[in-house]
């Protein structure tokens, strides 16, 4: 388990380093939207020009930086060999630590969880299936929502 969290923790950041590379920072915003504030690509930015591998190190262990450390890695033009140093000591640091934490909640919560899904029988796989589709449903919704606003947008625009 170890090894193939590290070589995929690995492997997608080389992926996002190489599409921030060959894409730059306009792609990083673009789908960077859904931060608070935009400003916070560039302290990011600016953070891994200044500090570099030991930036990219440190991103894995900060939320939504974690995802952004590879391609503003490269959109900023960080080495290669610096940010693999970084990428893999962060990788070597965090995969353990992340898997290390995911086994101590399943070994402490595993004989609860076994003693509430026998108490709980086939009202836990109906619950389940209300779950999904209660998603479905309103993920259907808000899709139909969405198609007919832009239609009346657009019914809007054509009567002006």
Known sequence: MLFVA????????????WLGRRYGRAAVERYARWLPKPARVVVAESFISRYGALAVCMARFVGGFRFLAGPLAGAVGLPFRSFLRGNLLGA??????????????GFGLGP????????????????????????VVLLAWRTIIGIVRLGVMRAMRMRV
């Open 112 to 135: 609860y969880m076994a003693h509430v899904q026998h108490a709980l029988g086939g009202i836990g796989r109906a619950v389940l299936l209300l779950a999904v589709i209660v998603v």
């Open 92 to 105: 070597v640091l965090f995969v353990p630590y992340a898997v290390g934490l995911g086994y101590a909640i």
């Open 6 to 17: 590290l070589v995929s923790a690995v492997a997608g950041d080389n992926l996002g380093y």
